[in-house]
């Protein structure tokens, strides 16, 4: 009986350690993916909406030329680029001047009349009109019915809005409007255009000037300077023998990433970013709408953005944000996350760069034990 407390109380008090390290330090949980190969680098931020309460960086920017991972370095957050224009967007309804429920015919009359696939037959369609015009509600919702892309946009970044609407106008949709989840750049990419219409300024310009200036995002962009691209983290994917990281290029994307002739800007998907900036613009949510003493968005933006707009759907997805029961979130074509937890008052950006993982349990594991561990150290309360 004494052997068999004993063993129980051995046990317990191994557990209390086990777990006491597991909560005292996500550091060392990230430097363990990272010299297992699991992950090349990553760079990690913890904050409330006052302060930045943690920043982690580990492993390698650049495995050949053994260059450091550096909480400066940069990253493309992809379609965490979706959550920007979300909150662009709702600095317009904030003003009058948009409504979630207009069509967004209002805005772009080509997209007055779209046609909808009926039937498919290996190439050849049979195309119907639309029953109901598209919102701009469902545009930012992924419920408008709208692809992912349309054939011409094999790069994401090759075309100026302008452009690309005229691809949409011809672009058929897979759903009747506000009936089908149909996750879509091209919904996103129309948002940024109403952007431009009813602001009279570029979609970037509005940006910089409406919420990464005030924001102090300096380092958020659609184009790299020179100095931004050397610390530009290369991306990584398993070799064929799935033995190494080997270095790929980033995806959707055209390099070089400095040029501002030939690459524009894409609501959808295109910005590059920092830990820190992307944790100032996620403080800004967190604080329903304030940064600083300033107020970007109003407490019903913020409300807006972070709760189901997706109607009878099952999908749970705001305005530029998926939502959840702890609070909302995106994240990005490698990897990349932005969490904004309302249920233990923290912003938790997880950036990588990667096409695949040694070991996919671990890496696709690896935002979640981010979560868990911060909100076990630093949740309310603690």
Known sequence: MMLLRRGVL??????????????????????????????????TCVANADKVLETQASGWADIAEQVPMTPDAMFWIASQT?????????????????????????????????????????DR????????????????????????????????????LREKISVYAQTPLVAEPGTKYQYSNIGI?????????????????????RLFDPLGMKDTTFWLTPEQE?????????NQGRTALEQCPIGFMSAPFTDRTNRFAEPGGGLFSTAHDVTRFCQMLLNNGTFD??????????????????????????????????????????????????????VMVYLIQHAGYLNDKEGNAAPEAFYNLSAQQYGKGK
């Open 230 to 238: 050397e610390r530009l983290a290369h991306c990584y994917r398993p």
């Open 293 to 346: 003493g300033k107020r970007l968005l109003s407490e019903n933006a913020v409300r807006a953005l972070s709760a189901k707009q997706t109607g009878n759907l099952p999908n749970t997805y705001g305005i530029g944000f998926e939502t959840y029961g702890w609070g909302f979130k995106h994240g990005g074509a490698q990897g990349t996350q932005m969490m904004i937890s309302t249920e233990h008052g923290l």
């Open 189 to 209: 990419n129309i948002a940024g255009y109403i952007i431009e219409v009813v602001s009279k300024m570029p979609y970037e310009a509005f940006l910089q000037k």
């Open 10 to 43: 051995l046990v317990a008090f191994c557990s209390f350690f086990v777990l006491r390290g597991q909560a005292q330090t996500w550091a060392e949980k990230l430097k363990a993916l990272t010299d297992g190969k699991v992950l090349a680098g990553a760079v």
């Open 125 to 160: 369609m049979t195309l119907i009109k639309a029953k109901a015009p598209i919102t701009v509600r469902q545009v930012m919702s992924h419920t408008s019915g709208f692809p992912f892309l349309s054939p011409q946009e094999q790069r994401i970044d090759a075309m100026p």
């Open 82 to 122: 979706k959550g920007v224009t979300g909150a662009a967007l709702m600095m317009l309804v904030d003003e009058g001047k948009v409504s979630l429920d207009d069509p967004v015919a209002k805005y772009i009359p080509k997209l007055k009349e779209l046609w909808v696939i009926e039937k498919m037959e290996g």
